[in-house]
């Protein structure tokens, strides 16, 4: 999404058997056909009466044992992490990612205990760096390290979720790990006896029960998943559902090959091998059987109720998860998600632009990647022309109505690899495009802005290289990109509408700045209409309602100035002159 953790996040694939992955929140589906069954407490041999492993069994387990026993009765996950002897005296360190994606899993955990042979261990106070805290031992430990505590759950649909019947998260949203850079054997077990006698568990690392080779790292790496899980298999292709009956897992698996076929031959670059992948003039699956010879990837689709159209995702190495309303089809929207996902094996893997500090430009990393995936599909005829305006339309919406909130790079990037595409086939009469101009970037990984900026200075001159500056890299102010009817070819044409959209009125993170004044006020907005003003002191936020939440849910402040304290509400909207696109007839 350099060198830091987000970008390992895309650049490492650890080979795993593809497996789709589907969970929502409706409980009593039917069982599980052909999954690996998850152990409840006190069901494995070498275990004592309460569920923690006797000494002997302890033993016996060289590198790092992650044990969840999720707790729906207090929303929190019960985590144990077990170390032996070896490992142990290397660890100098625990740590939890502070700020990934959406997630800030520090702050998840709870009630922390650390002992080792010799008793308990203290923890120096911790440092916060901008992506981790990190907590010091105080001692080297003696014998294996037992590390216990809660993780509780958050907003993010990526971070921890525990509920009466299931339990959803990535990683790096609930673990306090250990710093051990080495591979080593990783279990992962699972106390599933809270959840149901149907209750069976899956996660990057493999289905219920799991061991691997990996360093630590892996598991915060890894999505979890557990619950009333239904499975089908074919081959070495699983598929797991849970609660959504308008989706057919067996369609889905077989979609997704074709889908990744597609994505490889347009992004992965010859002369290179895509991280985990398989290696240069390696078969690619059979467009036809694309299930069949696909390389290891795990696809978890994970349904939450009252999400509407709105979806989340993320790519992690080996494994992608898209989160979305339970009630869903598998629609064109689901489908562009997917594909968004599975791009980002390449763009953000294979290739990742990076700005002056090494970090991830998020214009490029997201931006091209939200291009692509409906670019992808709609040539090879996998979405049609109306899918294709209908995600057009859904991140410029998205992107004013939730405006400063994180997605506009989306909406940025995704706009400048269409122009950017057109301008490339316009000057080479149609024989060269963005693929090609992608494709000439070099093997190596990352690639600076500065280094980009090069390549469309080649293709399209001087005047090419300022209108990047102008539009992205140097961007000031609200600076639009204006896309010409044509950009995506006949099928689709540009029309201007004013539209009602979801706007809270003001900038949002003004709130977060630590002075509380509401900065951004949008003119014309149902704020200004309820006397919302730039420069009002915010002293209390009743309720700040979210995209997902829609038109009807109200802001509800407690604001002052010099006419003194008074109470704000009004429902999040304003007019935007929007341009929109439309399909039409044609053919290709």
């Keep these: 999404m350099a060198a830091g953790a987000q970008q390992e996040r895309w650049r490492r694939w650890a080979p795993l058997g593809m497996a789709v992955v589907v969970a929502t929140g409706s409980a009593g589906s039917a069982g599980c056909t052909g999954c690996a069954g998850c152990r409840s407490s006190g069901e494995h041999a070498g275990e004592a009466a309460d569920g923690r492993e006797t000494a002997s069994a302890r033993e016996a387990a060289p590198g790092l044992t992650l044990e969840l026993t999720p707790r729906p009765e207090r929303k929190d996950l019960l985590v144990e992490l077990r170390v032996g002897q070896e490992a142990a005296a290397k660890v100098k360190e625990l740590y939890a990612s502070r700020s990934w994606a959406d997630t800030h899993g520090a702050d998840a955990i709870d009630a922390i205990d650390v002992r080792d042979a010799r008793g308990e261990l203290s923890l120096d106070p911790p440092k916060e760096g901008s992506r981790e805290r990190v907590y010091t031992l105080d001692r080297t430990p003696v014998g294996e390290l037992l590390v216990r505590f809660t993780a509780r759950p958050s907003e993010s649909h990526l971070g921890l979720r525990v509920e009466s019947d299931r339990v959803t998260g990535v990683g790096y949203g609930f673990l306090l790990l250990p710093r051990l850079e080495e591979t080593m054997p990783l279990r992962l077990r699972w106390n599933l006896a809270a959840l149901g006698p149907k209750a069976l568990a899956a996660s990057s690392l493999g289905e219920g029960d799991a061991v691997v080779e990996a360093r630590s790292e892996a598991l915060a790496r890894s999505f979890y998943v557990a619950g009333s ?30 889908a990744r076929t597609v994505t490889e031959a347009r992004l992965h670059r010859k002369g290179t091998q895509a991280v985990g992948g398989a290696p240069e003039g390696g078969r690619a699956p059979d467009e036809g059987n694309a299930e069949e010879g696909a390389e290891p990837l795990s696809i978890f689709l994970v349904g939450e109720p009252g999400l509407g159209r709105d979806h989340d995702g993320a790519f992690l190495g080996g494994s992608l998860g898209v989160w ?40 490029f990393v997201e931006g091209f990647t939200v291009h692509y995936a409906r670019r992808l599909l709609f040539d090879a005829g996998m979405i049609s022309a109306a899918e294709f305006a209908a995600d057009l339309n859904r991140i410029e919406e998205e992107a004013l109505g939730a405006r400063r909130q994180g997605r506009e790079p989306y909406r940025l990037g995704s706009r400048y690899a269409a122009l950017l595409d057109y301008r490339l086939r316009r000057a080479s009469r149609g024989a060269r495009s963005l693929d090609d101009l992608l494709a000439g970037l070099g093997h190596e990984a990352p690639v600076p802005e500065s280094t980009f900026r090069e390549a469309v200075a080649g293709a399209l001159g001087e005047e090419g290289a300022a209108e990047l500056d102008t539009l992205v890299l140097k961007r000031e102010g609200e600076v639009e990109i204006d896309l010409p009817s044509g950009a995506f070819g006949p099928c689709l044409r540009r029309v201007r509408e004013q539209r009602k959209l979801f706007d809270v009125g003001f900038d949002v993170a003004s709130l977060a700045s630590g002075n509380d004044v509401i900065r951004g006020v949008v003119k014309g907005s149902a704020a200004v209409r309820a006397g919302l003003h730039d420069g009002l002191l915010v002293l209390q936020v009743r309720k700040l309602p979210k995209p997902e939440d829609g038109l009807s849910t109200e802001v509800d402040l407690t604001v002052t100035d010099h006419r003194g304290a008074r109470r704000v509400r009004y429902r999040p909207w304003a007019i935007h002159s929007v341009f929109r696109w439309k399909s039409r007839y044609c053919v290709l």
């Design 324 to 363: 979305f309303d339970g009630t869903r089809s598998f629609d064109g929207g689901m489908r562009i998600a997917l594909t968004h996902e599975i791009a980002h094996r390449y763009l953000g893997g294979e290739l990742a632009v990076v700005n002056a500090e090494g970090e991830p430009a998020a214009w």
């Design 229 to 258: 899980l239904n499975s089908a298999r074919a081959g070495d292709q699983r598929i797991y559902t849970l609660g959504a009956p308008s989706l057919a897992p067996r369609e889905i698996l077989s979609w997704a090959g074709r």
